[in-house]
């Protein structure tokens, strides 16, 4: 099955500054990759994904980024603030498999400083 | 994601004692999944359904049941045979084959006294 590593799992960064949170992948057939936000004691929530035939996807003060080549796909946030601390997570799957199924990273855990 | 529930919210067991965590959708998805998760080990796959009456298991599966009977709703009982069931459980749904996002449902957080 696919195996998700993803990196950092602490990031500590000062309000303002950016933060980059890696993710690598071991099945060339995943095509797509999500991102999820979660709050101390909430639910996961999406807050961007990427499908493999693009490269780069932006949302306002995130982005993420994907190579195929490599296997590894990156969240970007620019201009943290305070409340963008949360544990992220990366995930990834074929979508249209018969399984149907995410592979989630094991989280990173982000602290923006004021 | 506002359109699944799960219940409780909080939940204790005594050891030996099996129990059922509720998950309900509203959003007509076909999949629906449970997860685990404990502290700085992120999201488990316990088990996944894609349609009714059909389900299959995840990565952890022993010591746990669940039943698909109706498109909006994919119980999942915790069994005496589960060693360590103290976490906090994440019941998910998506579209299916045609969409792999999924949503989350607010949680369950299992105690075992």
């Known amino acids: 099955g696919e195996n998700v590593e993803q990196h950092p799992s602490t990031l500590s960064v000062q309000e303002g500054d950016s933060a980059v949170i890696k993710c690598t992948y071991s099945?060339?057939?995943?095509?797509?990759f999500p991102w999820y936000k979660q709050e101390l004691g909430k639910r996961p929530q999406l807050i961007i994904d990427?499908?493999?035939?693009?490269g780069e996807k932006k949302d306002q003060r995130i982005a993420v980024t994907l190579n195929k080549t490599a296997k590894h796909f990156s969240l970007h946030i620019t201009e943290t603030q305070p409340e963008d601390s949360a544990v992220y997570f990366c995930?990834?799957?074929?979508?249209?498999?018969?399984?149907?199924?995410?592979?989630f990273g094991r989280g990173t855990q982000l602290t923006v400083w004021p | 994601d506002g359109g699944i529930t799960q219940s409780p919210k909080y939940l204790f067991r005594k050891e030996g004692q099996n129990v059922t965590l509720s998950c309900e959708q509203n959003?007509?998805?076909?999949?629906m999944y449970w997860y685990r998760q404990d502290p700085g080990q992120g999201l488990r796959l316990i088990y996944y359904?894609?349609?009714?009456?059909?389900?299959q298991k995840g990565d952890i599966a022993e010591g746990y049941s669940v039943s698909r009977e109706k498109k909006e709703s994919f119980p999942l009982t915790v069994t005496s045979a589960q060693k360590n069931p103290t976490a906090f459980y994440l019941c998910?749904?998506?579209?299916?084959?045609?969409?792999?996002?999924?949503?989350f449902g607010p949680g369950t957080r299992l105690t075992v006294l």
């Open positions: 099945d060339s057939a995943s095509n797509y």
């Open positions: 959003l007509n998805h076909d999949a």
């Open positions: 990427i499908r493999s035939n693009v």
């Open positions: 995930a990834a799957s074929a979508r249209g498999s018969t399984l149907g199924r995410l592979y």
């Open positions: 359904s894609q349609i009714v009456n059909d389900f």
């Open positions: 998910a749904s998506s579209l299916g084959i045609v969409s792999d996002t999924q949503y």
